[in-house]
Protein backbone atom coordinates (compact mmCIF):
# COMPACT_ATOMS: atom_id res chain seq x y z
CA UNK A 1 0.00 0.00 0.00
CA UNK A 2 1.67 3.64 -0.68
CA UNK A 3 1.38 6.44 1.65
CA UNK A 4 -0.27 9.77 0.94
CA UNK A 5 2.83 10.76 -0.14
CA UNK A 6 3.40 8.66 -2.97
CA UNK A 7 0.01 9.41 -4.19
CA UNK A 8 0.72 12.93 -4.06
CA UNK A 9 3.82 12.46 -5.98
CA UNK A 10 2.08 10.67 -8.48
CA UNK A 11 -0.66 13.46 -9.21
CA UNK A 12 2.35 15.93 -9.23
CA UNK A 13 3.47 13.47 -12.13
CA UNK A 14 0.18 13.43 -13.62
CA UNK A 15 0.02 17.04 -13.72
CA UNK A 16 3.47 17.55 -14.99
CA UNK A 17 2.63 14.87 -17.87
CA UNK A 18 -0.31 16.47 -18.56
CA UNK A 19 2.07 20.15 -18.78
CA UNK A 20 5.10 18.75 -21.22
CA UNK A 21 2.54 16.94 -23.48
CA UNK A 22 1.41 19.91 -24.40
CA UNK A 23 4.40 22.64 -24.08
CA UNK A 24 2.77 24.62 -21.70
CA UNK A 25 5.87 25.51 -19.50
CA UNK A 26 7.09 27.96 -21.51
CA UNK A 27 3.99 29.99 -20.25
CA UNK A 28 4.27 28.90 -16.55
CA UNK A 29 6.40 31.61 -14.23
CA UNK A 30 5.85 32.25 -10.56
CA UNK A 31 3.72 35.20 -11.16
CA UNK A 32 1.78 33.49 -14.09
CA UNK A 33 1.15 30.68 -12.03
CA UNK A 34 -0.03 33.05 -8.85
CA UNK A 35 -2.63 34.34 -11.09
CA UNK A 36 -4.08 31.04 -12.23
CA UNK A 37 -4.35 30.12 -8.35
CA UNK A 38 -5.96 33.00 -7.47
CA UNK A 39 -8.39 33.00 -10.33
CA UNK A 40 -9.30 29.64 -9.63
CA UNK A 41 -9.90 30.55 -5.89
CA UNK A 42 -12.09 33.33 -7.13
CA UNK A 43 -13.85 30.62 -8.99
CA UNK A 44 -14.83 28.36 -5.65
CA UNK A 45 -15.68 31.84 -3.79
CA UNK A 46 -18.27 32.59 -6.83
CA UNK A 47 -20.33 29.54 -5.51
CA UNK A 48 -21.05 31.68 -2.81
CA UNK A 49 -21.16 35.31 -3.95
CA UNK A 50 -24.43 36.75 -2.77
CA UNK A 51 -26.02 33.76 -0.46
CA UNK A 52 -27.12 33.66 2.59
CA UNK A 53 -26.53 30.71 4.79
CA UNK A 54 -29.22 28.69 3.75
CA UNK A 55 -28.56 29.55 0.28
CA UNK A 56 -24.93 28.41 0.53
CA UNK A 57 -25.89 25.04 2.17
CA UNK A 58 -28.65 24.07 -0.73
CA UNK A 59 -25.96 25.19 -3.01
CA UNK A 60 -23.51 22.82 -1.79
CA UNK A 61 -26.11 20.01 -1.75
CA UNK A 62 -26.52 20.62 -5.68
CA UNK A 63 -23.18 21.36 -6.19
CA UNK A 64 -20.59 19.35 -4.70
CA UNK A 65 -19.13 18.40 -7.62
CA UNK A 66 -18.97 21.30 -9.33
CA UNK A 67 -17.46 22.90 -6.36
CA UNK A 68 -15.07 20.03 -6.03
CA UNK A 69 -13.83 20.80 -9.64
CA UNK A 70 -12.86 24.17 -8.28
CA UNK A 71 -10.77 23.00 -5.04
CA UNK A 72 -8.64 20.94 -7.50
CA UNK A 73 -8.12 23.90 -10.11
CA UNK A 74 -6.92 25.61 -7.38
CA UNK A 75 -4.85 22.37 -6.26
CA UNK A 76 -3.64 21.99 -9.68
CA UNK A 77 -1.92 25.20 -9.48
CA UNK A 78 -0.41 24.95 -5.70
CA UNK A 79 1.24 21.73 -6.97
CA UNK A 80 2.46 22.65 -10.03
CA UNK A 81 4.27 25.92 -8.54
CA UNK A 82 5.43 23.52 -5.42
CA UNK A 83 7.29 21.64 -8.13
CA UNK A 84 8.59 23.64 -10.32
CA UNK A 85 9.93 25.73 -6.87
CA UNK A 86 10.95 22.66 -5.65
CA UNK A 87 8.78 23.35 -2.48
CA UNK A 88 7.93 20.30 -0.37
CA UNK A 89 4.39 20.87 0.04
CA UNK A 90 3.52 18.19 2.78
CA UNK A 91 6.36 19.95 5.02
CA UNK A 92 5.28 23.62 3.99
CA UNK A 93 2.04 22.19 5.54
CA UNK A 94 3.64 20.64 8.62
CA UNK A 95 6.06 23.23 9.18
CA UNK A 96 2.77 26.05 9.04
CA UNK A 97 0.34 23.83 11.42
CA UNK A 98 3.55 23.91 13.84
CA UNK A 99 3.45 27.35 13.49
CA UNK A 100 -0.38 28.16 13.64
CA UNK A 101 -0.49 25.55 16.97
CA UNK A 102 2.14 28.44 18.33
CA UNK A 103 0.11 31.29 17.60
CA UNK A 104 -3.28 29.83 18.32
CA UNK A 105 -2.82 28.57 21.58
CA UNK A 106 -5.57 26.12 22.51
CA UNK A 107 -5.82 27.73 25.94
CA UNK A 108 -6.40 31.58 23.70
CA UNK A 109 -7.73 30.48 20.72
CA UNK A 110 -10.55 28.25 21.23
CA UNK A 111 -14.46 29.76 20.10
CA UNK A 112 -12.23 32.88 19.25
CA UNK A 113 -11.39 34.17 15.70
CA UNK A 114 -9.41 36.70 17.18
CA UNK A 115 -5.73 37.30 15.02
CA UNK A 116 -2.97 35.93 16.57
CA UNK A 117 -1.65 39.01 17.67
CA UNK A 118 -4.14 40.50 19.68
CA UNK A 119 -5.05 37.20 21.60
MG1 LIG B 1 -11.89 26.50 -12.49
Known amino acids: ?8 TLRIRRIIDFRDARDW ?3 HN ?4 SISLVLEA ?5 HFQWKNKEEME ?3 KKNKDSIG ?5 VLYWILLMCHDLKIDIL ?3 DDKLKKN ?18 L
Open 1 to 8: MSSSNDQL
Open 25 to 27: KQF
Open 30 to 33: PKDI
Open 42 to 46: TEVLE
Open 58 to 60: EHI
Open 69 to 73: EELAD
Open 91 to 93: AAL
Open 101 to 118: EQKYPVEKARGNHTKYNK
